[in-house]
Every structure is written in C-alpha cells, then in structure tokens.
C-alpha cells in the first residue's frame, strides 16, 4: 500500500501569501523525503530534500520540515508566485538512500489567486 | 545537457499491440528508473536498473519489460498492450551517492490504448 499521502488534493492561496503543503507518511524506516513540483504535461522538478537527521531545511523561497514523531513532512513556499502553481509530490526513500525507486504521495495542487 | 529525455512524447496503440519507450540521460547517472502516472496519482515505480545490465521489478511490473543495454539508455517495453496500461510514463535517472537519492525526470510520454 501506499506509505505516502497528502492532506489536500487541492491548496488556494493569495499571490504574495505564504503556501504550506503537508504531507503525511506511515513508514517509520525512511530516512530520506524529497519534494518535487510538477507542471503541466511536465515531469516532476526536484525542489527540496531533507534526511531524518534534520528537522529542518531552507532553500530559495521553500523551507521543508520534518516531524519524525508524528510522521509529518510539509513544505512553505514564502510569497508564493504565478509560477509556483502546479502540483506538489512528496516522495520518501524508505530504503535508507537506497536505488530502489522513491515512493511518491498522491500530491497537492497549488492554486494561485490573483 | 539535455538531462532526461523521453521518446515518444505521444503514442497511441490499440489493445494487443507492442511498443518500446526509449529513455535517455546524459549526466552518466548509475541509476534509471521507469515510473507510471494516473490521474489523481502520484508516480508508481514499474521498473528499475542500478547500472548497465541490470534490471529489477518495481511496484507495478506486470505487462512490461526493460532493458539496460548501455549506461545513458534504459527502455520500456510492452508486449501486448492493454486498456489498463494508459498513462503517463516518466524516466527518471540518479547518481546514487550513498547520501542522496535525488531523481531527475524527463518530459514524460502519454500512452493510450485503444
């Protein structure tokens, strides 16, 4: 079964507005969750990753956080842009950095209001 | 640098039918992955290879094969589509550092089946 999942298929958030997308995971093995951004008729663009050992991680305009206790992943995006609309996945290793494939969330569509 | 790219974009086969998808990277990555997306889903893994020559199952094996014959290419091959194998099929690629497992993903190819 699925080891990843999101809270909302769907975020609507205000141009300028700070965007926080969650994620929940089930798999207390994984050591290493990446968030990826997904376009249109695009494949998924790496935007962020973190491994267990951190409970936090900046990057331009997105921080990811991590709450191993409850399992929780999520993602700000400060001052979210026109561009920022598109689909979110979180993904996990639950192989330890492993090569086996990643093991992705259903994803959450961000929505930009003008 | 073209990273990832896919071939075709477009393919559309009527039930029975074979096709190969072609997957090619230029970053000398070790490792290529074959994902599958449906509606409202996130990626699922069919197939994987973690260096020229070899090939293991994912998630969502069944009805497809792939082979690993050079480094920079990894193809997907259906023998007898089916209905059920409509979808998005995207390629990924990484350089497994033994830390980070992050994927980099091509276009993407949109498969019907009639």
């Known amino acids: 079964g699925e080891s990843v999942g999101l809270h909302l298929p769907t975020l609507s958030v205000q141009e300028g507005d700070n965007s926080i997308i969650n994620c929940a995971y089930s798999n207390s093995a994984s050591d290493y969750f990446i968030w990826y951004k997904q376009e249109s008729g695009k494949g998924p663009q790496f935007i962020i990753d973190i491994r267990s050992n951190m409970d936090k991680r900046q990057g331009q305009r997105v921080t990811v956080l991590l709450n191993k206790t409850v399992k929780h992943l999520s993602l700000q995006i400060a001052a979210t842009q026109p561009g920022d609309s598109a689909v979110y996945f979180c993904a996990e290793n639950p192989r330890g950095g492993g090569a086996d494939g990643l093991t992705f969330g259903k994803g959450t569509h961000l929505i930009i209001q003008p | 640098n073209a990273g990832v790219t896919q071939t075709p974009k477009f393919r559309v086969l009527k039930t029975g039918q074979s096709m190969t998808l072609l997957c090619a990277q230029d970053?000398?990555?070790?490792?290529m992955y074959w994902y599958r997306q449906d509606p409202g889903m996130g990626l699922r893994l069919i197939h994987y290879s973690v260096g020229e020559g070899t090939t293991a199952k994912g998630e969502v094996p069944d009805g497809y094969n792939v082979s690993r014959l050079k480094k920079q290419n990894f193809l997907l091959g259906l023998e007898s589509a089916a209905p059920s194998q409509t979808s998005v099929y995207f390629c990924?690629?990484?350089?497994?550092?033994?830390?980070?497992?992050?994927?980099?993903f091509g276009p993407g190819t949109r498969l019907t089946v009639l």
């Open positions: 990924a690629s990484s350089s497994f550092s033994g830390v980070r497992d992050t994927q980099y």
């Open positions: 970053m000398n990555h070790e490792y």
